[in-house]
């Protein structure tokens, strides 16, 4: 048999049809929903008389709407109308149904990038969707994970499939040892820095190397939360130990006999020696310096002791103007030093650092420190009730307190901004979450992507600093 | 799913790359529980001036007068000309849900993001991928040309632009016969059942663990 690729084993296992051009109806193991991208969806079922063709095989969660503030009225809590609406139509969606749903008042409620892995539900060899972007997490499991829109999303419900073609594979391999206090964010940074932002379209991305052996299973899903701002609808991680000890005992795994085969079968989830790649790309561990964005695009990101760019630099007129309407909308001028950078407010949280691991690294910044007098807010949003239960038990709430940051309930929050936490027009973040968009995180505000432990220290230094020097 | 054979349209050129799909709709806006009405919000934070909100009438808001789809000359274009990796971001469908609502049947760009790409063909909209030297023809003779207009025919796979030019464009079979015939996606795939019960017959003997 030819040498296979991870993503080569995980799609041949899912093929249910192949047509001659390719095209293949794909079975989907599991689906993770949430309010934003399913109402559409399941009315679309109701009119058409259709039911889940699995429910064994859903799991939905309020997280994009519901506020960060005290849960304890239940949706009633959430002030905005329309936000109401969503979380209680996907409540009622899941009744009607007979669907799984952790409710906004659920402990075990979270953003459903956490809580998927958190609960087990996300399982090595799976293929798992998702109606968000972001589903590229669960690849760290040695799944095949991806986003899908709202048709989608209702053609999974109905037909257990979905219909598509396989994306080629790309490699990137970092190799060598992580200096002290760099993260999986800062290689996710860096590799959307060396390949743009369209560098993985069309592609499927498997990390390995060394670097990202060493990578706990909180990191490999924060590097692949971000493959889908490298372009890529799926990431991947290679199953390995960490792997296998991070599923035993989750609510969702395989347990007695079937866990010995199941963990007989994950073991086989690695590329072969030699499979083949489409295209590879190398990034040297020890090189990769703490990053910020400085712009509206992840692609457009520095090592924090560089410089703004100067649009008379770029290496092209698209490019150019490009970078002029980012330094403008951004409020920065060219060449100016990103530790000059002064920041408003610090939001560390979101679906790519908001996991148990992601608060130790923040809290260990801020520990015995207090938050800069320019800072208006800053505030961290655990990933999930459990992700937060755990932190308090470890006295990692009190740290936030004590420094001058809010700690809050579950969910996406300032990530887009959908509920009551944003930024106002012109406001500066340091932000741990994905998106540096325009108006991403509220009108007219301006996002800096950075590590937890660089928003942490943003946060008590009011600036930008080099975690390397504080630490 | 309406279908779309073939479309003579006015062109509005968007010149900037990346736009991603928070500008295409901002995120307000994905609080609706429908699938229509998202038009007048298209583009909404650099098509209007004050802020937009759901609920609000967006015939009384301020215009941007410097947002080219503003522009008298663009009014009721139906081809969108866009720069590289268009439809970047998140997988809503909202994004091609909006531009369709606009008004929009067809987009003209030189590469797009894959989700948002996928999305297009669900919803009756066609994303046209071209060369990067005709897409920037195309763009100045929109900007050269008032009341400049295309003409897209998918079955024959053309541009074909008001002097005669004619650019092929490629696209999936299978996508192109479902958009020409409008096609719904789930009853074709329904036609599999019995392929789909015998993968889960088997996939349950070598991986019983998925099915607990
Ligand atoms: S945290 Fe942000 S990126 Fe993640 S699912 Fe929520 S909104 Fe999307």
Redesign the interface.
């Known amino acids: 048999m030819q040498p296979r690729s991870l993503y080569d084993k995980l799609w041949d296992a899912h093929v249910?049809?192949e047509?001659s051009?390719g095209?293949a109806?794909l079975?989907i193991?599991r689906q993770l929903v949430h309010e934003?991208?399913s109402?559409?969806a399941f009315?679309g079922l109701k009119l058409?008389d259709?039911k889940p063709?699995r429910l064994?095989t859903l799991l939905a969660t309020p997280d994009?709407?519901v506020p960060t503030t005290a849960r304890t009225a239940g949706n009633a809590g959430i002030v905005?109308p329309?936000?109401r609406?969503?979380v209680e139509?996907l409540d009622a969606n899941c009744a009607d149904f007979g669907i799984t749903e952790f409710k906004i008042d659920d402990l075990r409620q979270g953003i459903v990038h956490v809580i998927g892995p958190e609960q087990g539900f996300t399982?090595p060899?799976?293929t798992l969707v998702c109606?968000?972007?972001h589903?590229s997490t669960h690849g760290a499991f040695g799944a095949l994970a991806f986003?899908?829109?709202?048709?989608?999303v209702?053609?999974v419900l109905?037909?257990?499939?979905l219909?598509m073609?396989k994306?080629r594979a790309m490699q990137v391999l970092v190799d060598g040892a992580l200096s002290p206090g760099i993260t999986a964010k800062d290689i996710a940074l860096a590799v959307i820095g060396q390949i743009g932002?369209?560098g993985g379209?069309?592609y499927a991305i498997e990390f390995a190397g060394s670097a990202i052996r060493a990578l706990s299973m909180e990191g490999r899903m924060t590097l692949c939360n971000m493959a889908i701002e490298a372009?890529a609808?799926a990431g991947m991680v290679a199953v390995d130990d960490k792997t296998v000890a991070y599923m035993r005992g989750r609510p969702y795994s395989?347990a007695g006999a079937?866990?010995d085969?199941?963990v007989a079968?994950w073991r086989t989830l690695v590329s072969d020696a030699d499979a083949r790649f489409d295209s590879v790309v190398r990034l040297d561990a020890a090189a990769i310096k703490p990053q910020v964005t400085w712009g509206t695009?992840p692609e457009m990101v520095l090592p924090v002791d560089g410089c703004v760019p100067d649009p008379k630099d770029a290496p092209n007129p698209?490019?150019k103007?490009?970078w002029e309407?980012a330094l403008l909308y951004m409020g920065l001028s060219a060449n100016m030093p990103i530790s000059e950078i002064d920041v408003d407010k610090v939001f560390i949280g979101s679906c790519t650092n908001s996991r148990i691991e992601d608060l130790r690294e923040a809290a260990a910044v801020v520990k015995g420190r207090s938050v800069a007098s320019n800072i208006r807010l800053a505030l961290v949003v655990p990933g999930s009730g459990l992700v937060k239960q755990q932190a308090e038990a470890e006295g990692l709430d009190k740290i936030f307190r004590a420094a001058g940051f809010e700690w809050r309930e579950p969910g996406c929050s300032m990530c887009?901004?959908?509920n009551a936490d944003r930024l106002e027009p012109g406001e500066r973040c340091a932000s741990t979450s994905n998106?540096n968009?325009?108006?991403?995180q509220g009108?007219g505000g301006r996002t800096h992507l950075v590590s937890p432990a660089m928003a942490a220290a943003a946060a008590v230094f009011g600036h930008f600093v080099d975690i390397r020097e504080v630490m | 799913m309406r279908p779309f054979t073939r479309v003579e349209g006015l062109v509005a050129p968007l010149d900037?790359?990346?736009v991603?799909t928070?500008?295409i709709i901002?995120?307000?806006f994905?609080?609706?529980?429908?699938?229509t009405g998202f038009g007048p919000n298209a583009f909404d934070?650099w098509r209007y001036l004050d802020?937009g909100e759901?609920?609000m009438d967006n015939g009384a808001r301020p215009l941007n007068p410097d947002f080219v789809l503003n522009q008298a000359r663009y009014q009721g274009a139906s081809v969108l000309l866009a720069?590289?990796?268009f439809g970047?971001?998140?997988?809503?469908?909202h994004a091609?849900w909006a531009l369709e609502d606009y008004g929009f049947r067809a987009l003209i760009a030189p590469?797009y993001?894959?989700?948002f790409y996928?999305?297009c063909f669900?919803?009756g909209l066609l994303p046209i991928m071209l060369p990067a030297e005709i897409v920037d023809r195309l763009f100045q003779e929109t900007l050269a040309a008032p009341g400049y207009k295309l003409v897209v025919d998918l079955a024959a796979q053309t541009v074909t632009t008001p002097n005669g030019a004619v650019f092929v464009f490629d696209v999936?079979?299978?996508r192109k016969n479902r958009l020409l015939n409008g096609l719904d996606?789930?009853s074709l795939?329904?036609q599999?059942t019995g392929?789909?019960q015998a993968?889960?017959a088997r996939?349950k003997l070598?991986?019983?663990?998925?099915?607990?």
């Not at chain 1, 986003?147 to 989608?152: K, Q």
């Not at chain 1, 968009?437 to 991403?440: A, L, N, Q, V, Y």
Request: glycine fraction near 6%.
């Open positions: 249910v049809q047509e051009d095209t109806l079975y193991d934003v991208t109402p559409q009315e058409a259709r063709w064994d994009h709407n905005d329309i936000s609406t969503q139509t399982q060899g799976m109606g968000d972007s589903t986003g899908i829109g709202t048709s989608e209702e053609h109905a037909t257990q499939c219909w073609k994306a932002t369209a379209t069309g372009g609808r395989p079937l866990w085969q199941a079968y695009s698209v490019k103007s490009d309407r887009l901004a959908m998106r968009f325009e108006g991403r009108q | 900037r790359a990346n991603d928070d500008a901002p995120k307000q994905l609080k609706s529980i429908k699938r934070e802020r759901p609920g720069r590289e990796n970047c971001g998140s997988s809503r469908e091609p590469s993001a894959d989700i996928n999305n669900k919803n999936d079979a299978e996606d789930i795939t329904l599999h392929k789909i993968y889960e996939r070598e991986a019983p663990w998925l099915f607990v």
